[in-house]
């Protein structure tokens, strides 16, 4: 009896000192932190008010001034090279008007210095009238200036 009496006190003095010692040991250091790699500074490109202008929204003309519609929106291909402009065309306040791709080189920019600014497109009315509605989804049908089409290729 006197030896059970032993171990049990010696199991108790045990489990005091691992209890007492964990409490004064300090916690495990952690791993250094890694530096997280700093990116690089971005380039900046100054772009003088003069010589660049929001599009969208901007009215388009024919080379007799006749009024062709609006720039409603850009067409870029997967490179990210912009390739056709979508213009709304027709109807009064949005209403009764369709889209129509027209080729991005089938544009001119060269008298758009401030908003009220035109952009010049190398078609006359009754080819804009004549060309097919744009349809989101669906293949392009892009109407070019004389000559400056090409192809694209595109997936079914």
Same mark, same amino acid.
Do not use: C
């Given at each position: 009896?006197?030896? @059970? ?29 890694q ?13 003088g ?20 519609? @609006? ?83 595109y997936?079914?």
């Amino acid at each position: 009896m006197r030896a @059970r009496l032993l171990v049990t006190i010696l199991a108790a003095a045990l489990a005091t000192v691992a209890i007492a010692r964990a409490q004064n040991d300090p916690p495990p250091a952690k791993p250094p932190a890694q530096e997280t790699p700093k990116a690089p500074a971005p380039s900046v490109t100054v772009i003088g008010a003069r010589d660049a202008h929001g599009i969208l929204g901007r009215e388009v003309r024919s080379a007799a001034n006749e009024d062709m519609g @609006r720039i409603g929106d850009v067409i870029v291909d997967r490179s990210g090279t912009v390739r056709a402009a979508v213009i709304d065309v027709g109807g009064f306040l949005g209403v009764g008007s369709r889209r129509i791709v027209v080729d991005w080189n089938a544009l001119h920019f060269g008298r758009i210095a401030n908003k009220g600014d035109s952009i010049t497109l190398e078609l006359n009315k009754e080819q804009v009238s004549a060309a097919p509605e744009y349809k989101e989804d669906t293949p392009l049908i892009v109407l070019g200036g004389a000559g400056s089409l090409s192809p694209w290729e595109y997936d079914h």
